[in-house]
């Protein structure tokens, strides 16, 4: 995002028209150079009203995101962030994934925009300017990447929390990183790793999380998605909510690094969408597994019920779905429909034969 275009953004953020004479006299820039930047918003999937004599405006007020804020909601927890806000990168776990050799724990990169946000097997992310909060958490632990099993259920359990806490009653969990409300995608995390096998580890957290997804948004989105305007029935402070959950993502990792994931996987099961329902793994290959969900153990990995018995899961390459009910294919039914046409023609035959005084031999 160039600086015009960060800085018109921060001009529109209140929801009020402004023409484009008046940005361009504020800006000291000309009110063709106003029109180009707000193109470039409009790129970034922000929607902006065109009002010939009155200018431009958003369709709401938008909370940019200000790290004084930030750091004002955190209160005393401020001292163990540190916090570095972008108006726009391709990534905020590729950014903080070059820099995690030395930065310190607890540095939190947030942007208002990514070009190339990602989620897992490389998918993009989508969210527009302002309608999304974005950011990447660095967090230290003592072992090596083998003890940390689970850490994305436990990053899923503190969005839980957070998220309840500020009004979205219904959150869910969907293993292991998606968190949905009303079966619909509201956040997903991603976690990478880097470190020796021993340990330490550095673990980059990255979070999405729709505030408020417009239509451009929600077209671009290959999956049903949601936001927590809908969810709390207005979009939330982004600057108060980056602080509810880094304090409690605080609090969870804190507990995680020193007796891992199994004292959070009551609270987690919980939160669990499809806790003994039907589901279908799909596995790497093309292969797929169905069976009920029975949660997760200790150590993170899902547990399903399947015909050959209970089996277990960790994440890889696999992803969860609901499972769709067993239809029968129409030459199935034809078939069953021909046999219990048969069958009742065979009963009326015996039950007739024997009313006569017949004998029926088989």
Not at 170 to 196: F, H, M, Y
Not at 251 to 263: H, S, T, Y
Request: hydrophobic share 45%; net charge positive; aromatic share 6%.
């Amino acid at each position: 995002m160039k600086a015009l275009t960060s800085n018109v953004l921060k001009l529109l953020a209140d929801g009020e028209f402004h023409s484009g004479e008046v940005l361009a006299r504020a800006l000291d820039v000309s009110r063709g150079s106003v029109w180009h930047a707000v193109r470039e918003l409009e790129a970034m999937e922000l929607e902006v009203y065109k009002v010939h004599g009155r200018g431009y405006r958003l369709p709401q007020p938008v909370s940019l995101l200000e790290p004084a804020e930030i750091g004002r909601h955190l209160g005393e927890l401020a001292e163990r962030f540190t916090l570095d806000v972008r108006a726009a990168v391709d990534s905020t776990n590729t950014l903080l994934l070059e820099r995690a050799a030395a930065a310190p724990g607890g540095t939190v990169i947030a942007a208002e925009w990514q070009a190339a946000g990602r989620g897992r097997f490389g998918r993009a992310w989508h969210a527009g300017v302002g309608g999304a909060l974005t950011f990447s958490l660095l967090w230290r632990f003592a072992q090596g990447a083998g003890a940390l099993s689970g850490l994305s259920l436990a990053v899923g359990v503190a969005l839980a929390r957070a998220l309840e806490a500020i009004g979205a009653r219904g959150v869910a969990l969907k293993w292991p990183n998606d968190v949905l409300w009303r079966s619909r995608k509201l956040a997903g995390i991603l976690t990478e790793l880097q470190g020796d096998a021993l340990g330490p580890t550095a673990a980059v957290i990255g979070i999405g999380l729709n505030i408020r997804l417009s239509a451009a948004t929600r077209s671009r989105i290959g999956e049903a998605a949601t936001d927590l305007e809908t969810a709390c029935g207005a979009a939330p402070d982004r600057n108060r909510l980056l602080a509810r959950l880094l304090n409690e993502l605080n609090a969870v990792l804190e507990a995680f690094a020193r007796k891992g994931f199994a004292p959070l996987r009551a609270e987690w099961q919980r939160y669990h969408a499809h806790q003994g329902r039907q589901v279908t793994l799909l596995l790497p290959g093309g292969a797929s597994q169905r069976g009920r969900a029975h949660g997760v153990g200790e150590d993170g990995a899902f547990v399903l019920e399947t015909r050959s018995g209970t089996k277990r899961y960790h994440s890889g390459e696999i992803s969860l779905r609901p499972a769709k009910p067993v239809t029968q294919r129409r030459g199935d039914v034809v078939t069953r429909n021909r046999f219990s046409l048969i069958l009742r023609k065979c009963r009326h035959f015996v039950t007739s034969s024997l009313r006569h005084g017949f004998e029926v031999v088989f």
